[in-house]
Each structure stands twice: as C-alpha cells, then as structure tokens.
C-alpha cells in the first residue's frame, strides 16, 4: 500500500480528452473521405426517384396469383436460413473449442499444470490457428462467400447455405469463444478441485453458464442470416432474395413490397420465437 | 510417471504427515507476499483452524493447498509426494483427494442443487458417467443422504441460484461429504450463516471428520469456534503464522497481537517499528510440538 500512488483510482493520464479527439478526428476524416452529402437525398432529382420508387410500392401486390407464387422461395428462404445456422453452429463450435484460450492455456484450469514448455507450445498452436480461421471466415463478407459457392456449385439455394454457414461460423465461433473465456472462472477452480477431468468441468461448469448467452446470441445471427439470405439472393443464391431482385429489375416495386413485408414477417417471427426461448433459458 | 512409486513409499514412511509445507510462499505481481515462508506438518486426523485478520492470506494459503495456484516458492509434500512434480493424471488423483469449500461457495448456480452436490463425485467418475449424471443423475441416494446431514434434505432439485447464501454454503458442505476426501479444506465455511448454524454446521464438519479418520483444515473468522471445536490454532497474519497453538495454549494477548496492533483499515502494514513496539511477542510464537489430543472440546 505504502508503495502505491497516491490516488490509485486515477493513475497518470496525460491527456483524459485524447480518445474523444481521436474519435472526433477518425469521423470527420470518414465523413470528407466517403463523399457525405445528406442534402442529395433531398435535392429535387433524387426525392422524385425516391417517391416514384416508394409511389411505386404502393399498393403491395397482394394477388393470391402472386402470393402463391411466392410460396416456395418463402419456404426457401426459411429453410436456407435454417440449414445455414445449422452448418454455423457446427463450424462455430469446432472453432471455438480451440480459439478459447480459458481452455487451451490460460486461466485457473491451467495455473498448476501447464508450465511445460513443450505442453504450452501444443496447447497455444491450434489457438492461434483456429483464430487465424475465424479471422479468414469473417474478413470475407458474406456476399463474397455467395459469389464464390454459386461459381464452385451453381445457382440455388445451396451456394447461399455455403455463404451463410461459412461467414456466420466465423462469427459465432469468435463469440461463442469469447462467451466462454467470460465465464465466471471460481466455480471451475471449484470443480477442478474436485479431481474433475477436463471434459467434465466443460460440461459441469462452463456450457451452464455459457448456454444461454450462446444460445440468444444464436438465436440473433438467425434473425440476421434471414435477412441476409435476402441479400444473397440478389447474386443467385435463391430464396425471396432472387424475387426481390428480379421484381427490381422489371420495375414492379408493389411485388418489391410484398416480398419485403414476408422479410419483415419472417424476422418478427423469429424475433418471438428467440424471445420465447430466452425466457425459458432464464 | 516417477511419482507413484514415492506415493506408496511415503504410505509406509512418513504415514504421520498428511501434509508438508517448506517455506511456502506467494506473491502476486509485485504486491508485498500474500503468504511468506510458510512451514507447517499436518499430521493425519487433526483439525486445524486458521484464524487471522482479513486479507491475512488465509483464501491465498487454502488455494495453494488444494493445488488451484501454483506458489510462487516453496513446496507443498501432499501424503509423501511433492505436488511440484505430479503430471496431470497425477495431479487429478491428489485432487481428489482434498476437498475444498471455498468461501464464496463457488457454486454453479444453473445447475441444479443434485448436480453441484454430485459434482464431489467427478474425480473418482470417469467422464461418461460425469456426462450421463447431468441427464441421468447417478448416486442419488448418496446425494440425498449429504444433503440431509446439513439440512437441506428438500432442496435436492432446486435450482442452486435460488437458494440463500447460508444454503449454498451447506450444498458446498454437501459436496464435499460426497467426495470423501483424506483431507478437508473449508475457507469460512461459515461466513454468512447465522450463529446458531454456524455453531452446528463446524461441529458436524469436525465430528464427521474425526468418524471418518478425515485431516481437516478451516479458516474461521469466529475465535470461539476455532477454539471450541479444533485441536489445533493457526494464528495468520500477512502472510505469516505467528503462532501455533493447542486451542487452551491461546492468550488473549496472542489474539490481541493477531488482529490489532498498527493495522491500517483494510490494508496490510506490519512493519518494522511494529516489532519494536510488542518485543514481548516474538513473531512466530510456537507452543508447538505438542501431541495431537485425544479428545479436543
Ligand atoms: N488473485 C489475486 N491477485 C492479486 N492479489 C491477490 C489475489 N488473491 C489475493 N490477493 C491478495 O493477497 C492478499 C491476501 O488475500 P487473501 O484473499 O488470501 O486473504 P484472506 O486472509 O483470505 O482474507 P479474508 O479473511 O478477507 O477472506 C490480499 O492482499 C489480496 O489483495
Ligand atoms: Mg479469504
């Protein structure tokens, strides 16, 4: 104590404001560098396309002609989503499992054993592989990954699921490995203290408390993947995606209306049944 | 690989000593020690308490024990082998072998009372009877039969985190009766529990430890307690023991040094003038090298 500064709750800070300047120089550079000129949206050219394309929305096509149509790329789009998360789950778990360090090298479950050399070694490499991975998957954007599997395997939904699963594999492993080195670490130290093995203070100790920030995590990147698939679609990879784009391009914007309600359907859907599974996660 | 070998050796020899201790020691980045020097016999069956000023190093000194932190120096000789040395197989075995309440019970709130209290089971499980326990609960009986030692027989499919600290404390209880370890080492097992429980709960520690033969270690913030119940004292304080003692050894003065003298609120300051100023009592006081009572109450 006698040792310690003064005033430990404030240690020397030269400059408190710096980051706020920092943040503040960071966005005026972004708002010079992108070309940002609100007043275009409202200047007379570009508020008569908007008005004709929102004009243009109205009324939504609601023909049971063109409902029914629409059918089958809604259920596209859902299972797509589905089987997407699906394939994200499985590459998020097996990445993450070795991009925690809590459960490779670090933290109370390896204070007393690893202190070899060549042991820390084998558990610090598949660490920084996998999150080397995770990067890769994330810093391709989703689009991108679509372009790629519909040139490997043709137009369709499948290319979309590939997308889908890919780029949202990285993104749940990188939190579904953060949730677990957040994990309060005492009631571990407890159970390994018991003589419990690796495996089974995972199960006893950490999925309890990661399951159910995973799980609502999870349950978000499915409400985003239905969007997303929307997106997709625009590059071949089916589902309500693909009409949207084609109804675009043949200038029926009240089918594009109709198509972004079942978006916006389909996301309140998932917005309650998520809502419904955190509740009982509780 | 070398080590099993000394186990069974040490199981002849040195049977007296469940634990050694040489000039133990811990520091954390560059802290004062939380734990200096430590040296300290246990013998088999005894029931020590360790008594001492917050922040005296006594959670620092239980973790080290129960091979959860690795000391900074020093050695820890668990039942003839070093722990420095064991490898993972190893260290999971001598584990098992030291049960640990710690003092903010540590519990894994979601999960269900039976499962916290079952999980005293995991070091002698293999993993597939671990994994198929958390669906199918194994051992139940035995589970129900702890739970029932501490009161808490209605509790068995509560969910932990619904029930009060007190109770949590007993369910740590619970699992440590379930792991039937050699040697006990409960940090304030009693902290926030009413006097009244607090009085039955170490009397049914210290019992059910001297039935079954177990080495018990307790920290305990309630003098009286320690003194009642234990055949041993270990006064802590910054780190190191100042005495050491059969409970009837224990002065009022050797109290008064252990938590009065020059310390600053919350903080740990020992130093120097404050030997000066109490030459009468030379740190550590030692009325060791007594014979473990045959009885102590
Ligand atoms: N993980 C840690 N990191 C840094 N310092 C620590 C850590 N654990 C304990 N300490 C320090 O070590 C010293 C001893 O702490 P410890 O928890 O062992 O005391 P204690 O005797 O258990 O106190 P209490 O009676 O309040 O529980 C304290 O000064 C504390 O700040
Ligand atoms: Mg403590």
């Not at chain 2, 820890?76 to 260290?91: D, E, R, T, W």
């Not at chain 2, 049960?99 to 999960?111: E, F, K, M, T």
Request: with cysteine; aromatic share 6%; glycine share 10%.
């Amino acid at each position: 104590m006698s040792s310690a500064p003064l005033d430990p709750q404030h240690p020397r800070q030269p400059l408190p404001y710096l980051k706020l300047l920092l943040a503040l120089v960071a966005f005026g550079a972004a708002w010079r560098l992108t070309e940002m000129q609100p007043s275009a949206l409202f200047a007379a050219e570009g508020r008569r396309n908007m008005l004709a394309f929102i004009g243009g929305m109205f009324p939504p096509d609601l023909s049971v002609d063109f409902l029914q149509r629409m059918l089958g790329p809604l259920l596209t789009t859902i299972q797509l989503s589905i089987a997407g998360m699906v394939l994200a789950i499985l590459i998020g778990l097996a990445l993450a499992l070795p991009a925690a360090r809590t459960l490779r090298f670090a933290g109370v479950l390896h204070e007393v054993a690893l202190r070899r050399r060549r042991r820390w070694l084998l558990a610090v490499l598949p660490y920084a592989g996998a999150r080397g991975l995770l990067n890769l998957l994330r810093a391709v954007p989703e689009l991108v990954w679509a372009l790629i599997f519909v040139r490997a395997v043709g137009l369709g939904a499948f290319p979309g699921v590939l997308a889908i699963g890919v780029a949202y594999g990285g993104i749940l492993g990188k939190i579904y490995a953060e949730i677990i080195e957040g994990v309060a670490p005492q009631p571990l130290e407890t159970l390994q203290s018991t003589g419990a093995g690796k495996l089974a203070v995972f199960c006893y100790g950490i999925v309890p408390q990661a399951l159910p920030h995973a799980v609502s995590y999870t349950l978000y990147r499915w409400e985003c993947a239905i969007r997303a698939s929307a997106v997709l679609g625009f590059v071949g990879a089916g589902g309500i995606g693909q009409e949207i784009e084609l109804s675009m391009r043949m200038f029926n914007f009240h089918e594009v209306m109709t198509l972004l309600m079942m978006v916006f359907g389909l996301v309140a859907i998932t917005d309650l049944i998520s809502a419904a599974v955190r509740r009982r996660l509780r | 690989m070398s080590q099993a070998p000394a186990t069974s050796q040490a199981m002849s020899g040195t049977t007296a000593c469940i634990l050694r201790l040489h000039l133990l020691s811990k520091r954390f980045g560059s802290q004062q020690a939380a734990v200096q020097g430590i040296t300290l016999n246990v013998r088999r069956g005894e029931t020590i308490a360790v008594i001492g000023p917050s922040g005296a190093g006594k959670t620092t000194l239980f973790r080290m024990l129960n091979l959860s932190l690795p000391p900074t120096s020093g050695s820890i000789i668990f039942a003839g082998s070093p722990v420095a040395s064991l490898g993972p197989k190893q260290l999971r075995a001598v584990r098992r072998r030291i049960g640990s309440i710690y003092q903010q019970h540590h519990l894994v709130g979601r999960l269900r009372v039976l499962h916290n209290v079952l999980s005293g089971r995991l070091g002698r499980w293999p993993t597939w009877r671990a994994l198929l326990s958390l669906v199918y609960p194994l051992d139940l009986g035995d589970a129900a039969a702890a739970l029932r030692a501490v009161g808490l027989a209605d509790k068995l499919y509560e969910r932990t985190d619904h029930l009060s600290g007190g109770q949590q404390q007993r369910v740590a209880l619970a699992r440590v009766l379930l792991q039937d370890a050699d040697l006990i080492l409960a940090d304030e097992p009693v902290a926030s529990v009413d006097p009244q429980l607090a009085d039955e709960i170490v009397e049914l520690l210290v019992t059910l430890g001297r039935e079954a033969g177990k080495t018990l270690i307790v920290s305990l913030h309630h003098v009286g307690l320690a003194l009642r119940y234990f055949s041993r004292v270990l006064g802590l304080r910054d780190g190191e023991i100042t005495f050491d003692c059969r409970p009837d050894e224990v002065t009022p003065l050797m109290l008064a040094e252990l938590y009065g003298g020059d310390r600053v609120f919350g903080g740990r300051s020992r130093q120097a003038d404050h030997a000066s100023a109490a030459p009468a009592m030379p740190l550590p006081t030692t009325c060791l090298h007594f014979q473990p009572p045959a009885t102590a109450t």
